[in-house]
């Protein structure tokens, strides 16, 4: 039988991917608290993921907000099963500093130049200076 953090993902879930039968939450008590694992389709963990990371983090909110009630620490982890059947575990923090490392990039690229003559002739002073 599911508890209720179980079913909370799961509902949650469910509603946002396109293959709510292939929804999997289980759960682990360990040294941390509550860990729970969801597993969905493929095709669903970006979904399940959201823009730089938005969607999960907020299921993590909700969770938290959840284990404020139950007195639990709850722990989310998404994990991606590839077509081979195999598992890995997916860190949205990960996906969502990358995303934003290329945007930063992309946006950025005008700047870098102006921020590195910027920075030499700031050592070159420091250069001057007698210490």
């Given at each position: ?34 860990l729970l694992s969801l597993t969905v389709d493929p095709e669903d ?87």
């Amino acid at each position: 039988m599911a508890t209720i953090d179980q079913q909370f993902v799961e509902y949650i879930v469910k509603t946002l991917v396109n293959n709510p039968d292939k929804v999997a939450v289980e759960r682990k008590i360990d040294e941390k608290g509550v860990l729970l694992s969801l597993t969905v389709d493929p095709e669903d963990v970006g979904r399940v993921i959201g823009k730089r990371g938005v969607t999960a983090q907020a299921i993590r909110v909700l969770l938290r907000a959840l284990g404020t009630k139950q007195d639990a620490r709850y722990n989310l982890k998404i994990v991606n099963t590839d077509e081979d059947g195999g598992a890995k575990a997916v860190k949205s923090e990960v996906v969502e500093e990358v995303s934003e490392d290329v945007e930063e990039t992309e946006e950025s690229e005008g700047e870098t130049s102006e921020l590195a003559e910027k920075t030499r002739a700031e050592l070159a002073d420091l250069d001057d200076l007698d210490i």
